[in-house]
């Protein structure tokens, strides 16, 4: 179920879509998000949709898209953030989105540092970021 849908690219050139992997961007730090999922990816969209707000993740993406699954479904999440809710696994529709994607010739930049994933990834033609590079572009 998508709660909003990634807009078209920019005139004039290709935009990057930037999907970030919530429960694996989550997981990169040991915060303690396990005792309540829910209010780690929020605290994630947050910052996500600050940063998005700023500009200061223009050097992986021209637009962001989280995707979150099971209980990190139910953060409360800013309107400004687009966001995926996986109607099952998160992995499985992050490759079906960036295979859609690739298919229109859009480019998919995704945040995860899942080996299996990223070669799922990497084969349908998208590009891959460890979570270090995007936590170190939000913590500024």
């Not at 004039?12 to 879509?17: P, Y």
């Not at 930037?18 to 989550?26: H, I, Q, T």
């Amino acid at each position: 179920m998508t709660r909003r849908s990634p807009g078209p690219p920019r005139p004039g050139g290709r935009a990057r879509l930037l999907v970030v992997d919530g429960a694996n961007v989550v997981g990169s730090r040991p915060d303690g998000w396990w005792r309540d999922r829910a209010g780690a990816a929020g605290r994630l969209a947050a910052q996500l949709a600050e940063a998005g707000r700023a500009g200061s993740l223009t050097s992986l993406g021209d637009r962001v898209l989280l995707v979150l699954e099971g209980a990190a479904k139910r953060a409360e999440l800013p309107e400004d953030l687009d966001v995926l809710l996986a109607p099952a696994d998160g992995d499985s529709a992050m490759v079906e989105l960036a295979h859609d994607l690739g298919e229109r010739d859009e480019d998919v930049c995704v945040v995860t540092a899942d080996r299996q994933l990223t070669r799922l990834l990497h084969a349908v033609g998208a590009t891959t970021v460890k979570p270090g590079t995007l936590l170190a572009l939000l913590d500024h």
